[in-house]
């Protein structure tokens, strides 16, 4: 690493070069990334439901869960009147005239035309991907509601709908959050660093590594569809981590130049110190990210990626852009300075006072610290968790107000039938157990397939909302009566069986995390027990963050100050993936502490001025870091929709409870009470392990 800190240095013209020209390339495709992205993938690969809807988009014109509903309402007139029909007849015309629909399919009696004769529901079937299909529902959804008019409702609903206005409503709420978030940063920069060069360079790189990013998801794109979500969290994390690294980079190049004015010899320092835990924390970052891949959900999976590929540009932005550009600055690093900055030394008197307090009196903080974690966690034993209701989407939503408009006048269930396709040849068994299984309110009749292919497709409407958690026992005891060669799916069944995936692969996904980010800190520390208690504790406030989330979003602690009607339940894919960047995050701050507490047990061999000098030279950074992060996550918790909300919370919850109780009591405590156990290594371990000190020189 100090060597890879010279040649940053000495070639700083080819490194900014190589960089400028990256991000040319990258930027040029970058401002499209929100359009160009995919907009569902919200389902479990190989599952029943799914199979059900590639079987609907075969054989049934595309009448499947990714098919457009278009809901046709007036007060005063009905359905098979002119008015009405004209209307219909506009409709069909708009999606005869788009390639991505199939079989058009109008209001029919008894099927999809509510009682009163007062509201119709025709269908545009999907001649295209779930992707594509959102993406035509974006394009036409403003020429269909503009459709409305004369006393005639219309608006487009169905599960492609709903991710339209889903990933608008979240997308605009999340550009927001990050407009507010930067000022807020930039303030809290400027305090840590007390120089305004210093506070400017962390913003460069997390700019570098978000252009990077966005271009690299938009190319990617073009080889498999990448969620649009990637791109929200993306622009997240590339904040949140690129400010921690340039945190910690910038800090210890100050130090390393007050004690030598060479710049080279700075950067080489701040390399092979602070460099090091920063190459470390990165790929512990990527593993605990990668393990979410094991989810068979295109979103979930890209979702992943897109915060990999943030963290990737990001850490080799921070190894090869950063290190130029301080060695350019040198001593301009501290222009701009602020008065109280020119006292500011690398070594915080105030945390080593800290450090010294833990270590005089450990178990008072520690039992302290611990039960508040605990308290905070023991409601984590109910959380419930479930897949977003129409609740998400913003009730002025065209997709909304059908779905509601179609509740009301055909009863709960309508707006999530459940589709059943079997053999012709049961097409009467299948209909009879279905209309006997308790839940289903009414069976229509089977319908053949249009391409002469020996299946029929029926559709069975529940007596509870599709988010109702009966929903569930609905769809399990629906498969179970009927016959074996029959299917079901549907949009809520394709909700439950990725909730079902989700569910199933949360224990490998922790497992994964746990077992790879302990062999990281193993690598990097070379002492087992330090590296077991660092990977254990941060399950602590992970279990505390969900706690609190359980509090607020499912018993609704706090819903009316922040401005939302509580679901119940936790989103499901809250626990997989909020499990995954908590631990990254908090595996963050432990390589932060603990590399420099084992730089000073290397030079001093002394586990008591380990921890207190690990302290006193990183707990500044750590708490900055962390303030950084809790403002930035909090700006979402500000936003209407409840997923950025859920995310902003439970990740902010997060990262302060790690870092002022996980990083700066309890890791510290145990290092005091461990002692040298604490930094023991046996002998066949040390052969084995590579060989990585973190003391420079």
């Not at 009301?408 to 269930?413: A, K, L, N």
């Not at 932060?592 to 030279?617: N, Q, R």
């Amino acid at each position: 690493m100090a060597h890879l800190g010279s040649a940053m240095a000495t070639h700083a013209k080819w490194v900014f070069g190589v960089w400028v020209i990256v991000l040319i390339a990258l930027g040029a495709v970058a401002p499209s990334v929100f359009s160009s992205l995919a907009g569902a993938g919200w389902q479990a690969n190989g599952s029943e439901s799914v199979q059900v809807r590639q079987l609907a988009e075969e054989h049934f014109g595309g009448n499947s869960s990714a098919a457009v509903q278009v809901v046709v309402h007036s007060d005063t007139l009905r359905v098979s009147d002119a008015p009405m029909r004209q209307t219909v007849a506009e409709a069909t015309a708009i999606f005869a005239s788009d390639p991505r629909f199939g079989e058009i399919i109008a209001p029919q009696p008894g099927m999809s035309i509510s009682p009163d004769g007062h509201t119709g529901i025709m269908i545009a079937g999907a001649n295209a991907g779930t992707d594509d299909m959102v993406k035509a529902v974006d394009e036409l959804k403003d020429e269909l509601t503009a459709l409305s008019g004369d006393g005639i409702e219309v608006y487009p609903t169905g599960s492609s709908a709903l991710w339209s206005d889903f990933n608008k409503a979240n997308h605009d709420a999340m550009i927001k959050a990050e407009m507010l978030s930067w000022p807020v940063t930039l303030a809290i920069m400027v305090l840590a660093f007390g120089s305004l060069v210093a506070a400017g360079l962390p913003l460069l790189l997390t700019v570098a590594g978000l252009v990077a990013s966005a271009g690299g998801l938009v190319l990617l794109n073009e080889v498999t569809p990448i969620s649009v979500w990637a791109m929200n969290f993306a622009m997240m994390f590339a904040l949140a981590l690129g400010i921690d690294y340039a945190l910690f980079i910038v800090a210890r190049f100050r130090d390393a130049l007050s004690k030598n004015a060479d710049r080279r010899a700075a950067v080489a320092e701040t390399m092979d110190t602070a460099g090091k835990a920063i190459v470390l924390s990165g790929i512990t970052v990527l593993v605990s990210l990668s393990a979410v891949l094991l989810v068979p959900a295109p979103a979930v999976r890209t979702m992943a990626v897109g915060i990999m590929l943030a963290v990737f540009f990001v850490l080799a932005a921070s190894m090869t852009l950063l290190p130029a550009v301080l060695a350019k600055l040198g001593g301009k690093v501290n222009a701009g300075a602020l008065p109280f900055a020119k006292r500011q030394q690398h070594r915080s008197p105030k945390f080593e006072a800290w450090g010294n307090l833990l270590n005089n009196h450990p178990w008072p903080f520690a039992i302290g610290a611990l039960l508040v974690l605990v308290a905070l966690a023991l409601p984590v034993l109910g959380l419930k968790v479930a897949m977003p209701s129409i609740e998400v989407v913003p009730e002025e939503a065209p997709v909304r107000q059908g779905y509601e408009l179609v509740q009301s006048q055909m009863g709960e269930g309508a707006p999530g039938m459940l589709q059943i396709i079997t053999p012709a040849a049961d097409a009467d068994a299948t209909a009879a157990a279905a209309a006997r299984t308790e839940g289903i309110t009414m069976v229509t009749p089977p319908q053949s397939a249009m391409d002469g292919a020996d299946y029929v497709m029926l559709q069975a409407i529940p007596d509870v909302d599709p988010s109702d958690e009966k929903m569930g026992t609905i769809l399990s005891q629906l498969r179970a009566d009927l016959p074996d060669s029959a299917l079901v799916g549907g949009a809520p069944a394709e909700n439950l069986d990725l909730q079902q995936a989700l569910d199933d692969y949360l224990p490998v996904i922790v497992g994964v995390i746990l077992v790879l980010g302990f062999l990281l800190l193993l690598v990097a520390l070379q002492a087992p027990l330090i590296a077991l208690i660092g990977t254990l504790v941060s399950l602590l406030s992970t279990a505390a963050a969900f706690g609190v989330a359980k509090l607020i979003f499912q018993d609704g602690v706090g819903a009316s100050l922040l401005g939302f009607e509580p679901q119940g339940f936790l989103d499901g894919w809250g626990p997989v993936f909020f499990f995954a960047m908590i631990f990254a995050i908090a595996m963050d701050y432990t390589v932060f502490l603990l590399s420099t507490a084992k730089e000073h047990y290397e030079t001093s061999g002394d586990p008591d001025v380990a921890h207190i000098m690990g302290l006193a030279h990183s707990g500044r950074v750590i708490l900055a870091a962390a303030a950084v992060m809790v403002a930035v996550f909090f700006t979402f918790a500000l936003s209407e929709p409840l997923p950025p909300k859920e995310m902003g919370i439970i990740l902010g919850v997060a990262v302060l409870l790690d870092a002022l109780l996980v990083r700066l009591i309890l890791l510290p405590v145990v290092l005091s009470l461990t002692g040298h156990a604490a930094w023991w290594s046996p002998a066949w371990l040390r052969k084995v392990l590579p060989s990585i000190t973190f003391s420079h020189g």
